[in-house]
C-alpha cells in the first residue's frame, strides 16, 4: 500500500480502492510516504505518520474519512473508479449526542455498479426540496435515518449522467422510497439509485433539453408533498362519493407544503375548500390559493364528546394527533377522511361512533413506498389538469448555505408554503456548521 502526506492549512483525505492509494492533505507540505502490501480489509490507523489526524476505515469500494476534531471539509470516495468532486449538505453525529449540519466536498465516479446493491443510475441533481421528514433526519431522528453521516433530500430532480441503461441526459425525478432516509439524497449534487425510483422524464419537460433546469426547478415545488396532496384528492375521488356538491372540504396544515397544494387542487376542480391554520397572517395567501373561509386551530380543540355538528363533508388531514380525532366527528354521514401525517401527533384516541352512525370513512395516503406506475399517474395530473401555477408562483429558493434555518423553521411549526433548494445558489465559500 503506498500513501503520502502533504499539511494543508484543513485536513483532507482522498482514497482510490482499487489502486490502493491514499493521500492525506494537511497544511501545505509532505509529512510522510510510504509502502506495504495490505488485504483489501485493515486498519489504517497504525500506519498513518503520527502528524496526520488519526482515522480508522476499511479499504471497500465506499470509504469515508473523517477527522472529528475538524469536519470543515471531508472528502470521500463513492467508489472506486473514476469520476468528480461534489458539495453535499451531510448531517454527522457529534461526540456529545447532537447533530451538526456542515457542507462537504464529496467524490462520485462514472460507473455504475455498486457490489452490495446492484446497478444504480448516477444523477446531477439541480433542484430539491424541504420537506418535514428531511428537517427530522437533519436533527438525528433515529426513526427516519439510522445511520450517520448522512446526506437528507428526499426529494430530487436534475439529469441522469450514469446509466446501465444509456439512458443519457434524460431529465429525473425522484421522490420516496429510501431516498434522503438512509440512501444519500438530493441535498448533495449528485445521488446514485436505483432505476425502480426514477420518474424519467421529469413530467414537466417539455423535451428540450435545454428545460432540464426548468422542469426540475417546477417539479421540486411540488416533490414528496405535491405528490402526496394529489395522492390524497385521488384517495376521496376514488370513493366515488365526494362530489363538490357534498360540501365543505376541510384541509387542515393548509399554509404547508402539502396543505396548501391541496387546497390549490381541491378548488380548481370546483370544491369548497375550509382552509385551516395557525398562521392566521397567512389568510389572504390561503384565500387566493382558492380556499373559500379560513379557520384557526381552536376550530379542532380537543372536546370529550363522541361526536359533534357535521360541518364538513370531506376533510384532508395533513397533522395528525387530536386535530384528526375531531376531524372525524365532525365529517358529515358518508363523508371521508385522508390521513398523511403526524406532525400534531402518531397517537390517535378516537372512538367508533364516526364509523358505525355515519359511515366516515379515513383513508391512509402513503407516497414513499407506493409503485413507480401510482406517482407516474399522479404526476401527470400535477403537470396537467391538476397544476398548481399559484403555488408555483408562492415557492420560496434557497441554496444549501439557507438549509440550517429552513429545516429549524419546520421543526419549530414556522415553516409556511414550499422550499426549493436550488444548488447553484450556494455561496462557494460556505463550509457552515450549526447544531440542529
Not at 447533530?99 to 467524490?107: A, P, R
Not at 402526496?228 to 384541509?251: I, M, N, R
Not at 402518531?346 to 361512533?353: D, G, I, K, R
Not at 396537467?384 to 408562492?394: D, N
Request: hydrophobic share 35%.
Amino acid at each position: 500500500m503506498l500513501y503520502s502526506a502533504v499539511r494543508m492549512n484543513k485536513p483532507n483525505f482522498l482514497l482510490t480502492c482499487k489502486s490502493f492509494t491514499v493521500s492525506f492533505l494537511q497544511q501545505g507540505r509532505t509529512v510522510g510516504s510510504s509502502s506495504a502490501s495490505a488485504k483489501a480489509k485493515r486498519d489504517l490507523s497504525s500506519i498513518l505518520p503520527r502528524s496526520v489526524p488519526k482515522a480508522t476505515a476499511t479499504i471497500k469500494n465506499r470509504i469515508l474519512f473523517t477527522n472529528r476534531n475538524n469536519k470543515n471539509i471531508v472528502k470521500r470516495t463513492m467508489s472506486s473508479s473514476g469520476g468528480g468532486d461534489f458539495r453535499a449538505w451531510r448531517v454527522e453525529e457529534t461526540e456529545d449526542g447532537g447533530f451538526v449540519g456542515s457542507e462537504q466536498i464529496l467524490s462520485h465516479c462514472a460507473d455504475d455498479i455498486d457490489e452490495n446493491k446492484g446497478k444504480r443510475v448516477l444523477i446531477k441533481v439541480t433542484h430539491s426540496s424541504l420537506n418535514y421528514k428531511d428537517a427530522l433526519s437533519a436533527s438525528g431522528n433515529k426513526g427516519v435515518t439510522r445511520k450517520f453521516p448522512h446526506t437528507p433530500g428526499i426529494d430530487a430532480a436534475g439529469t441522469i449522467v450514469g446509466d446501465p441503461n444509456s439512458n443519457y441526459n434524460a431529465s429525473a425525478l425522484v421522490t420516496g422510497y429510501d431516498l434522503g432516509m438512509n440512501t444519500d439524497g438530493g441535498f448533495g449534487e449528485f445521488i446514485r439509485v436505483p432505476p425502480e425510483w426514477i420518474v424519467t422524464p421529469n413530467p414537466f419537460a417539455s423535451g428540450d433539453e435545454t428545460d432540464h433546469e426548468a422542469a426540475a426547478k417546477t417539479s421540486m415545488v411540488y416533490g414528496t408533498a405535491g405528490l402526496t396532496a394529489g395522492l390524497s384528492v385521488q384517495k376521496l375521488l376514488a370513493t366515488g362519493k365526494a362530489d363538490p356538491s357534498d360540501g365543505k372540504v376541510l384541509v387542515t396544515g393548509a399554509t404547508g407544503g402539502v396543505g396548501s397544494i391541496a387546497v390549490e387542487i381541491l378548488a380548481k376542480i370546483g370544491f369548497d375548500v375550509v382552509a385551516l391554520t395557525g398562521k392566521r397572517e397567512e389568510t389572504d395567501k390561503l384565500m387566493e390559493l382558492g380556499a373559500s373561509e379560513v379557520v384557526g386551530r381552536e376550530a379542532l380543540e380537543p372536546t370529550k364528546k363522541p361526536m359533534l355538528r357535521p360541518l364538513y363533508a370531506h376533510a384532508i388531514d395533513t397533522v395528525g394527533g387530536s386535530p384528526l380525532a375531531e376531524i372525524l366527528k365532525q365529517i358529515k354521514h358518508g363523508g371521508s377522511v385522508t390521513a398523511c401525517g403526524n406532525v400534531a401527533g402518531m397517537a390517535l384516541e378516537t372512538n367508533v361512533l364516526p364509523f358505525i352512525l355515519r359511515g366516515v370513512q379515513l383513508l391512509g395516503v402513503d407516497s414513499v413506498e407506493i409503485s413507480l406506475e401510482e406517482k407516474q399517474s399522479v404526476w401527470e395530473k400535477l403537470s396537467g389538469e391538476w397544476r398548481c401555477f399559484k403555488s408555483e408562483a408562492f415557492a420560496k429558493e434557497i441554496g444549501r448555505d439557507g438549509l440550517d434555518e429552513s429545516l429549524k423553521c419546520m421543526l419549530e411549526g414556522n415553516a409556511s408554503g414550499k422550499v426549493v433548494l436550488v444548488h447553484r445558489l450556494t455561496a462557494d465559500s460556505s463550509t457552515s456548521h450549526s447544531k440542529l
